[in-house]
Nanobody, 122 residues
Framework: VQLQASGGGLVQSGESLRLSCVAS????????MGWYRQAPGKQREGVSC????????YYASSVKGRFTISRDNAKNTVYLQMDSLKPEDAAVYYC????????????????WGQGTLVTVSS
């Protein structure tokens, strides 16, 4: 099983990026999916998640209104559209299978991607 995150890069404050997470060896069709981020010296933060049906979402208050999570089960892919980026959004972003409800919950049988680096200059 592999979750391949991509789409990170260096942008200026106010610009946008779209992260992708492509799964292999597992069908995401029946899995809630989420994105975490971790900046140097900070705790990991659950940023957003989406249920398997795509009908429910969660966003951390720090990104609500700026980030949009979506999924394409036919492509076995989850996306995170990040708009109006701020320097405080800079981090390594990870996708993972999760339980998505009032936040992201990790379980023993969940999977993680390798992370993609987002850098935002002011």
């Amino acid at each position: 099983v592999q979750l391949q995150a991509s789409g990170g890069g260096l942008v200026q404050s106010g610009e946008s990026l779209r992260l992708s997470c492509v799964a292999s060896g597992i069908s995401l069709r029946f899995r809630d999916m989420g994105w975490y981020r971790q900046a140097p010296g900070k705790q990991r933060e659950g940023v957003s998640c989406i249920t398997a049906s795509g009908g429910s979402f969660y966003y951390a208050s720090s990104v609500k209104g700026r980030f949009t999570i979506s999924r394409d089960n036919a492509k076995n892919t989850v996306y995170l559209q990040m708009d109006s980026l701020k320097p405080e959004d800079a981090a390594v972003y990870y996708c993972a299978t999760v339980e998505c409800g009032f936040g992201l919950r990790q379980r023993a049988n969940d999977y993680w991607g390798q992370g993609t680096l987002v850098t935002v200059s002011s």
